[in-house]
C-alpha cells in the first residue's frame, strides 16, 4: 500500500503533461514576438507620421525664405539669400523625408517573419537617407543664420546688395546676440533680417527633429530586425510538432 502512495503519475499522464507543456512554450514565444512586432510597427508608423508633419513644415518655410516679404520681386533679381536659393528644405527635409516616411508606413504592415525583418532592413537605408538629408538642411539653416540675410545696404560708396551681418574673426561678432542691429542695417527687403532669423530658426529646429526621430526609429529598427514577428516561423513549427 505505501509502494503505491508514494508512486508517481502514470506513464501516459507524464506524457500528456509533456505535450501540454510543449504546446504552451511555443504558444508563450509566439505572443511575446508578436507584441514585439506589434510595438515596433507602431512605433514605425508614429514616427512616419512626425516626420512627414516636420516635412511640411520645412518646405513651407523654405518657400517663404525664397519669397521675403512675400515678394517674388527679389527672387527674380537672384536677391535672396544663398542658403535659401539651395533650397534644402524642400528637396532634402523635404520630399526626401517623405519619401522615407512612407516607407515607414507601407513596412509597419508587413507580416510574417522574413517579410517583416526584409523590411525593417531596407528602412536601415531609409532611415540613412533621411539622416543625410535632415542633417545637411540642418547644417544650412544654422550657417544661413549665422551668416546674415543679403540685403541693399548703405556704404561709403553707396547703396549695394550683400551681406553685411556676416561675422567675421576677431573684428565683427555677429548680429544675433546685437538687437541694435536687427533694424536699420538692412535697406531692402524691409524687416529681412527677422524674417530670416524666424524661418531659418524654423528650419533648423524642424530638421533636427527629424534627426532625433530617426536616431530613435533606428533603435526601432533593430529590435524589430532581432526580436520581431515570428508568427509565421513558429505557426509552421507547431504543424510539423502536430503531424
Known amino acids: 500500500m505505501n509502494e503505491m502512495g508514494r508512486a508517481g503519475p502514470e506513464p501516459g499522464m507524464q506524457l500528456d503533461l509533456q505535450v501540454e507543456l510543449g504546446k504552451s512554450t511555443p504558444v508563450k514565444g509566439r505572443l511575446q514576438s508578436t507584441r514585439v512586432g506589434m510595438c515596433v510597427a507602431s512605433c514605425l508608423r508614429c514616427v512616419a507620421k512626425m516626420l512627414v508633419s516636420l516635412s511640411i513644415i520645412c518646405i513651407l518655410a523654405n518657400i517663404l525664405l525664397l519669397l521675403p516679404g512675400f515678394n517674388i520681386h527679389f527672387l527674380l533679381e537672384g536677391h535672396v539669400t544663398?542658403?535659401?536659393?539651395?533650397?534644402?528644405?524642400?528637396?532634402?527635409?523635404?520630399?526626401?523625408?517623405?519619401?522615407?516616411?512612407?516607407?515607414?508606413?507601407?513596412s509597419s504592415k508587413a507580416k510574417g517573419c522574413f517579410a517583416f525583418r526584409t523590411q525593417m532592413c531596407f528602412q536601415l537605408n531609409y532611415s540613412a537617407l533621411i539622416l543625410l538629408g535632415s542633417g545637411f538642411c540642418s547644417w544650412v539653416s544654422v550657417t544661413g543664420l549665422v551668416n546674415g540675410p543679403l540685403c541693399l545696404y548703405n556704404t561709403s560708396a553707396g547703396q549695394v546688395w550683400g551681406v553685411p551681418l556676416q561675422p567675421y574673426p576677431d573684428r565683427f561678432p555677429g548680429y544675433l546676440y546685437n538687437r541694435t542691429m536687427w533694424e536699420g542695417v538692412c535697406e531692402r527687403p524691409r524687416g529681412v533680417v527677422m524674417w530670416n532669423m524666424v524661418l531659418f530658426s524654423v528650419l533648423a529646429l524642424s530638421s533636427a527633429l527629424q534627426l532625433l526621430f530617426t536616431t530613435v526609429n533606428l533603435f526601432n529598427l533593430l529590435?524589430?530586425?532581432?526580436?520581431?514577428?515570428?508568427?509565421?516561423?513558429?505557426?509552421?513549427?507547431?504543424?510539423?510538432?502536430?503531424?
Do not use: C, P
Not at 544663398?82 to 507601407?106: D, K, Q
Open 82 to 106: 544663398r542658403e535659401a536659393t539651395w533650397s534644402t528644405g524642400i528637396w532634402s527635409s523635404g520630399i526626401l523625408v517623405l519619401v522615407g516616411a512612407r516607407a515607414f508606413m507601407t
Open 223 to 243: 529590435l524589430g530586425i532581432l526580436l520581431g514577428d515570428t508568427h509565421s516561423r513558429v505557426k509552421k513549427s507547431n504543424t510539423q510538432e502536430v503531424s
